[in-house]
T-cell receptor, first 111, second 116 residues
Framework: DAKTTQPPSMDCAEGRAANLPCNHS???????VYWYRQIHSQGPQYIIH???NNETNEMASLIITEDRKSSTLILPHATLRDTAVYYC????????????FGTGTSLTVIP | DAGVIQSPRHEVTEMGQEVTLRCKPI?????LFWYRQTMMRGLELLIY????????DSGMPEDRFSAKMPNASFSNLKIQPSEPRDSAVYFC??????????????FGEGSRLTVL
């Protein structure tokens, strides 16, 4: 049921920005883009979500393209603790507002 | 708030035994979800409840699986009889509502089940 495509893995140097891409070309007008992450052996954790405007919070920034067919999660200064699997999820009334997790991107932050 | 609490954290059992996994959602959250995570299939939504009522159980793999929510502060997921292919991490999550303003999921730490 996942409607998103993400690269399976990425590396990022500690202190640098991590840019995680996500394709969601079939997104509907009333569906939001959510990002969660899962640190090893823990439950997934909410990061951020948006509809069409760029969003920023204390954890990350979310950049959504104008056509809404793709987005990028930005961790501005990656730390070793950001090593995790990052899930991009599309959710809205069409999917019953449920969250269907795909395989995500495994981000490794390298010292 | 203590967050979503799951028990047991680890369970090892033999094939054919009954397994019961428990979840206490965050107080005031109206929605409760059960997910299963395996290497092969990733995170799968099994069932979810709204105000203690099961809304969608289409993700429950077989009749051996059942879930109940007798009150707002407790849910359990039962597997009877258990099989080795049920080995997975089972996550419980709760949310205050649905939709973009209230639908953020809060996950527990998971229950790791091993069926020998």
């Amino acid at each position: 049921d996942a409607k998103t495509t993400q690269p399976p893995s990425m590396d990022c140097a500690e202190g640098r920005a991590a840019n995680l891409p996500c394709n969601h070309s079939t997104i509907s007008g009333n569906e939001y883009v959510y990002w969660y992450r899962q640190i090893h052996s823990q439950g997934p954790q909410y990061i951020i979500h948006g509809l069409k405007n760029n969003e920023t919070n204390e954890m990350a920034s979310l950049i959504i393209t104008e056509d809404r067919k793709s987005s990028t999660l930005i961790l501005p200064h990656a730390t070793l603790r950001d090593t995790a699997v990052y899930y991009c999820i599309v959710s809205g009334p069409n999917t019953g507002n449920q969250f269907y997790f795909g395989t995500g991107t495994s981000l490794t932050v390298i010292p | 708030d203590a967050g979503v609490i799951q028990s047991p954290r680890h369970e090892v059992t033999e094939m054919g035994q009954e397994v019961t996994l428990r979840c206490k959602p965050i107080s005031g959250h109206d929605y409760l979800f059960w997910y299963r995570q395996t290497m092969m299939r990733g995170l799968e939504l099994l069932i979810y409840f709204n105000n203690n009522v099961p809304i969608d159980d289409s993700g429950m793999p077989e009749d051996r699986f059942s879930a109940k929510m007798p009150n707002a502060s407790f849910s359990n997921l039962k597997i009877q009889p258990s099989e080795p292919r049920d080995s997975a991490v089972y996550f419980c999550a709760s949310s205050p509502g649905q939709g973009p303003n209230t639908g953020e999921l809060f996950f527990g730490e998971g229950s790791r089940l091993t069926v020998l």
